[in-house]
């Protein structure tokens, strides 16, 4: 519905400037026009191609040819577009859009020879006439009689001179005048011209007599199969380079179950050597054709994988070139210029030369067969491996051979690299390449993550070859940043910065014998395919890490993480902490209600800038049975571990600060949180005035004010450590080196080990797990302490409260009276601000404002000594000293431990923590 008002509106406003009706003036005609319009365009499924678009399109592929150096292409295509654009015609859009779509990567596939196809072809003219032609196809015209001119009257005799004339010079004339033909003589030539005439016996013996094949030895009639026939040598050259040629021959015979497999005929001698002789040179020439027979078979065989195509036509060309050679030195057998040695040795030598490298290349194939399971790639391994054996053996034409070959190879397998480093692209079909995409819908922040894959064997092997392992992560995150851009709108932007040059990668240019001859091939070829990694990885990354830091947002949500997480803003910070304590001491059953701290997280945290309330969210982790009591959980810090903040990240940070990250976030604010716990409950403010009437009271007093105070230095100095000394320190380092990284994977390596080494000196690490637990118990002595106080207190005032009614009962029996005190306050009592919902000490039960109201609260009944009320205050105080003795040497003495043990930045802050501990709790000051 909303489709159709949308077009009719829009046929509207069409109508309207293409009639300059409207249809207040004129609603009829105004009527028809739109009723005509709407139905023309509702009806019409195939809508016009856009022109401009595909003009667009033809002008950047012209600008496109000449950025790869291809300006005769890009002017042919200018000459034909400027043409077509004086003969335009109705279907022209459609039709160059139709060859938009079916071109397949013009710039290298396109050639500008093909262009001559399009020309029309020429009629053939036939080779002009000659008389010889004539005379060959007519024999009548052979006679001379036949160009004598007749006389027909009927006195005419043939003997007159006049009658008949010889006509024959002329025919001579006319054929040496006739124009030459273009075509060879033997276009005309008849297959009566090429018969031999047997009746030359002669020439027809020599023919026979040169069959030496055909020949069987015999002795008066009788065939000697046993008898070797002997052959010269110029023979044996012959039989020898048709072998070699691939083609068949007497001298050596191919077994049928092994095609590939040579070997020489027994039945054959040299007249002027030894048996022996010759049958080692035959069965080294028979093992040179059994390698080329390896090569020119398994060229032949079928393949669709085109890194294995490549191969194939590598060995083509080096096998045809071998042939070349061999023709040479046919050449000089068949028409020699000069005198020449017919030596079966010397042919040995120069064949050994040419035939040693695709020797080399045939145990490659063989081994190659010779895996069950090897992959596509595997003989690029083996040529790198044969070019650096024969570089470091000094075979300097070995070296170029294999170089050169591996090159050709390597060439057809940087195709999908460079495609997934400049597209971000992967071939549906391709398993050749390292990198592979999931299968399925992938959400953008796991694309990073989740979406591709390196692929790798069952023994956890990079599917790749080994040469390629060292730059392989470098070639799967710049693919991935191009595709993260493209889901960021920023393909564009990269385009626009890349350049289109890269280096080449080929042995006259990577090895360059002339001028790095010392330098060892695996060397050379590492920075040769590094810096042409580097020329696709450079812009991408810095295209990606770029755009996460400006467009993104990745200092604002690293500051939000450490405003939520750290604490950075204490003010804020307290004012979220203390309203949960507050409600703890006061036993209020909604201190952990998930929507009551959501709406406080935002409240306080959601005030600073960096911090969006919306994405700020809390929950509750489920607690262990025994805390479910409210009393209960406020007598241990533990409890607070249940408080779980979520700070909502958008998916392209997600992409470096990752979900994994996120936990050790959260221990180190449980742990903020329960030091933060342990300090309010021991700095609070109290209405207390101590004024101890016996001295067992002051010993009592001295005790605790001496655990008070260590345990406020011991929470004041831990508090400082992980701000000042782990936080910080960790924070600008990271920021630094963020800026600094490479690439979006050397970001997040740089963000995993911050987050991993700050909760190490956290103290939250596994080898730290029995230390942190200790300082857990030592922050519940400080509850305990407390609690222990407030118990001493109100059971001080009912003693207090016995002895004066005792007292006011004897004076009441001698008659006297006592005057009235007024009723003392809870020595524990709050004040609750009702406007600004945050809980202060009493400072003074006077002058109290009317928006503010009182809470008596005797924190003596949610102590746990109140069920024993048996064990004395000052054993009660004792405990807790011997128990804070123990668990601070404990800390202490396992700091200094792991600090010997740990790496040098946590041995040092671990020394430190360490140091500072003993500082404040020696002996010597308590």
Known sequence: MAHIVRLGALTDELVTLLTSTSPKPNPTKFNLYRETALRTLRYSNYPRTDQFDIAHQLDGLEEKFRVYNEDPLADALRERLDELAKREGKRTPEVLHLLLELSDQPVSKSRLEDLDFLKEPEEEKGPPLKWRDLVAEDPLLREKSVWKNVDFGAESSDEEDGGFEDSGSEVSSLTDTTIKSSVDDEIGRRPEDLLVDTLDREELERVLQAQFWKKTPSINGVKLETVKTHITELQAIREVLFMLSGFPSSLFEMDSAKPAVVTPAKRYALKHASMDAFQQLANDFADQGSALMILRSWAKRPQSIPLLQVLQNSIAERVWAFEASLSKIQQQFVAPTEDIVVSLISVKTEVTSCVRPLIRLSHIIKRLDSEPYSHAFRYLEMLYDETCTSQMAGDDEMYAFMGKIFFECFEVYLRPIRTWMEEGELGKSDKVFFVSEVVGEVEPASVWQSRYKIRKTQNGVLHAPRFLHAAANRIFTTGKSVVVLKYL???????????????????????????????????????????????????????LRKTLFDSCGLHTSLDALSYLYFMADGTTAASFTNSIFDKLDTLDESWNDRFTLTELAQSTFGSLSPINPDRLRTSILSLPQKYHDVAKCRRSVKTLGAIEMKFHLTWPIQIILTPATIPSYQR??????????????LSRQRLVT??????????????????????????????????????????????????????VDSMIGVHSSYIKSTVEQALLGSKLELIHKTILKILDLGIKLEDAQAVNVVREREEEEQRREMLDVSLASLGLHTPQKPKQKSPFAFKTQSKKKNMKMEESSEDEDEDEKEIDVDLSILSSNLDEGEEPYTEILRKIKRDLDAHLRFVTNGLRGVARAGGADQARCWDVLAEMLESGFGTGRW
């Open 690 to 743: 101590f004024r101890p009437s016996q001295s067992n009271h002051a010993d009592e007093g001295v005790l605790y004010y001496s655990l008070r105070s260590r345990l406020l230095w011991f929470t004041s100095t831990l508090y400082y450590y992980l701000t000042s000394l782990v936080v910080e320190p960790n924070t600008q380092a990271m920021l630094s080196q963020l800026k600094e990284a490479a690439d």
């Open 489 to 543: 709108n920023q393909f564009e932007t990269l385009q626009s910065f890349r350049t289109t040059l890269e280096p080449r990668l080929d042995f006259d240019t990577v090895c360059n014998p002339s001028e790095l001859q010392l330098a060892s091939f695996p060397e050379l070829f590492d920075v040769a395919f590094d810096a042409w990694v580097q020329s696709k990885h450079h812009y991408a990354s810095l295209t």
């Open 668 to 681: 180190i604010f449980t742990f903020f949180l329960q030091i933060r716990r342990t300090s309010h409950v």
